[in-house]
């Protein structure tokens, strides 16, 4: 289902069985792979890639050259920036442990997130980041710098 209040930039391929709602943006040149779920106000850039069974919660903001892979879940208020690479099943959260709507994580450009990554409610990612697969990433993360872990402690900056 693709709401007629969505706007599809030209050249988008959008798979089988996705549900894209009204107020979603998505640039030119962008893949979007099946059953892909993007709720309202979600944004994607130009040159992105979606793989199958990407769920976004809405009110998102996805950067141009971004790719986000396999079964990973964008919640409420997650910002992705330019050329971040988010490996398969990362999850982020924007709910407290009240329920309260914090927002979700920003996560800067030029990242690379491992698989199965999940990131708590309001973290702050700088620039060229890397997480290591199967990190919980609980505190805001500096540019230039590789964390892993449960939870994510750093490790090293990056050259």
């Not at 959008?14 to 059953?35: A, K, L, R, S, W």
């Not at 890639?49 to 769920?55: M, N």
Request: hydrophobic letters at 35%; charged letters at 20%.
């Amino acid at each position: 289902m693709i709401s007629k209040k969505a706007k599809i930039g030209n050249n988008v391929e959008i798979g089988n069985y996705c549900v894209i709602e009204e107020d979603v943006i998505i640039g030119d040149n962008t893949v979007i792979e099946h059953y892909v779920e993007l709720r309202k106000g979600t944004k994607i850039g130009e040159n992105c890639y979606i793989d199958s069974r990407v769920s976004s919660s809405g009110n998102n903001v996805v950067g141009n050259n971004v790719t986000v892979r396999f079964d990973s879940i964008l919640a409420r208020g997650v910002e992705v920036g330019a050329g971040t690479y988010i490996c398969p099943r990362v999850m982020t959260n924007n709910l407290n442990t009240e329920q309260g709507q914090i927002g979700g994580a920003k996560i800067g450009t030029n990242c690379f997130i491992g698989t199965n990554t999940v990131f708590q409610h309001g973290i702050n990612i700088g620039d060229d980041v890397i997480t290591g697969a199967m990190s919980f990433v609980n505190k805001d993360i500096p540019n230039n710098e590789i964390w892993f872990g449960n939870p994510a402690k750093f490790f090293k900056k990056k050259q």
